[in-house]
């Protein structure tokens, strides 16, 4: 069965100070994993898509990296604005054309003024 | 522009009552899923379809119905045989055969058993 943990569950920083979310992942076979930001009373944001180990994305403060077992989501000199639950989640090669994604509870990120 | 809308945003259910949730994409996507989330939980799939005319129960699909008599449109009806609704309801949708396929999800619905 595919699982996937975040850590932490919950992050505090203040504005500036860089940090990491862990997401560590075990699937069959990994078709990709995904990376979303959702706000209170929103659906998911899609932000990055990883499929290969040593794979690198980036988007303003963010960046996420991928190893076989985990992937990180580094935030630089975050904002307030980057206050959010960060989603991560998996899709495993099944066999069929089941593309479900199994889910992170989440890392809720709080940035300070 | 193209998106995924979901109606209504909010829904209130009495016991014993049939509802359905809207979900409409106008992205030309293939695929359409259907996700429930809960406090503390990860997101779980109900239900997805890759064509019209055909779906496939996900994970938790008791006391849930579809249909996909549209490419656009993918409604989930919850019925009074789902004993627990109350929760946040994501529509996603997704290009079809696509590796890795990325979804995009919706705004979207809270339903709230009174």
């Known amino acids: 069965e595919d699982q996937v943990t975040q850590s932490p569950e919950a992050l505090r920083l203040q504005e500036g100070e860089s940090s990491s979310l862990n997401c560590s992942y075990t699937v069959s076979g990994l078709r990709g994993l995904f990376w979303y930001r959702q ?14 180990a040593g794979e690198e994305k980036e988007k ?6 991928l ?5 990180f989501l580094h935030i630089t000199a975050p904002k307030p604005e980057d206050s959010a639950t960060y989603l991560c989640a998996v899709q495993a090669f099944s066999g069929g054309s089941n593309y479900k994604l199994t889910f992170g509870k989440g890392t809720l990120l709080t940035v300070n003024p | 522009d193209g998106g995924i809308t979901q109606s209504p945003k909010y829904l209130f259910r009495k016991e014993g009552q049939n509802v359905t949730l809207s979900c409409e994409q106008n992205l ?6 259907w996700y ?6 990860g997101l779980r799939l109900i239900y997805y379809s890759q064509i019209v005319n055909d779906f496939q129960k996900g994970d938790i699909a008791e006391g849930y119905s579809v249909s996909r008599e549209k490419k656009e449109s993918f409604p989930l009806t919850v019925t009074s045989a789902q004993k ?10 997704s290009l079809r055969d696509s590796a890795p396929n990325t979804q995009y999800f919706g705004p979207g619905t809270r339903l709230t058993v009174l």
């Open chain 2, 84 to 93: 627990n609704p109350t929760a946040f309801y994501l529509c996603a949708s």
């Open chain 2, 28 to 33: 030309n996507h293939d695929a359409m899923y």
């Open chain 1, 67 to 71: 190893t076989k077992k985990e992937s």
């Open chain 2, 36 to 41: 429930r989330q809960d406090p503390g939980q």
């Open chain 1, 60 to 65: 303003e403060r963010l960046k996420a990296t």
């Open chain 1, 39 to 52: 706000d209170p009373g929103k659906g998911p944001e899609f932000l990055f898509t990883l499929y290969s």
